[in-house]
T-cell receptor, first 115, second 113 residues
Framework: DQQVKQNSPSLSVQEGRISILNCDYT??????FLWYKKYPAEGPTFLIS?????DKNEDGRFTVFLNKSAKHLSLHIVPSQPGDSAVYFC??????????????FGKGTHLIIQP | DSGVTQTPKHLITATGQRVTLRCSPR?????VYWYQQSLDQGLQFLIQ???????AKGNILERFSAQQFPDLHSELNLSSLELGDSALYFC????????????FGSGTRLTVV
């Protein structure tokens, strides 16, 4: 049972436009959400996060929105640049998991920025 | 360089064999996490160690085990390997999730033939 779902395996966006990556979750105990970016042959790198007490967090070109009632979050990248082409993973943390903070990841969305 | 070192980068072995993957966490990080990424799958949490002690288990098979040593490096042991164990294995380290997430290594690609 996938608790974190990224339903779009891939997304193609023109350079300079907005990229919107979506993520849905089912576990209402998740209280912290993160986005990671992964290039081929490298490990995922942390991009941006949001606590469940907020509905928006912004860092430069990246903004994450959280809709708790819909159990949905999205990552907006504006403007999209060629270097943004990568696989983006959504992840969530459940603090009730025995004190451990192993993240639950989605399957990822491959973002392709077209010139 | 993320500061998390994983060795080897690539490993090819036969079914039924045993392998050991090694991870050195980022300096100062006490938590080490192991993740498996199979084809078309997301990152599956396997196990977490904190300062030498097992902290949490995820979807880790009984054929797999791990440990964290006093110098904080960690090893993931995979035994009785099957074709389906072929995957990317990532190690990550952290202080706390709230501090900005994990720092991942570049992974070990395991191919079982």
């Amino acid at each position: 049972d996938q608790q974190v779902k990224q339903n779009s395996p891939s997304l193609s966006v023109q350079e300079g436009r907005i990229s919107i990556l979506n993520c849905d979750y089912t576990n209402s105990m998740f209280d912290y959400f993160l986005w990671y970016k992964k290039y081929p042959a490298e490990g995922p790198t942390f991009l941006i996060s949001i606590s469940s007490i907020k509905d928006k967090n912004e860092d430069g070109r990246f903004t994450v929105f959280l809709n708790k009632s819909a159990k949905h979050l999205s990552l907006h990248i504006v403007p999209s640049q060629p270097g943004d082409s990568a696989v983006y993973f959504c992840a969530a943390s459940d603090p009730s998991g025995g004190g451990a903070d192993g993240l639950t990841f989605g399957k990822g969305t491959h973002l392709i920025i077209q010139p | 360089d993320s500061g998390v070192t994983q060795t080897p980068k690539h490993l090819i072995t036969a079914t039924g064999q045993r392998v050991t993957l090694r991870c050195s966490p980022r300096s100062g990080d006490l938590s080490v996490y192991w993740y498996q990424q199979s084809l078309d799958q997301g990152l599956q949490f396997l196990i977490q160690y904190y300062n030498g002690e097992e902290r949490a288990k995820g979807n880790i098979l009984e054929r797999f085990s791990a440990q964290q040593f006093p110098d904080l490096h960690s090893e993931l042991n995979l035994s009785s390997l099957e074709l389906g164990d072929s995957a990317l294995y990532f190690c990550a380290s952290s202080g706390r999730v709230g501090s900005g997430g994990y720092t991942f290594g570049s992974g070990t690609r395991l191919t079982v033939v």
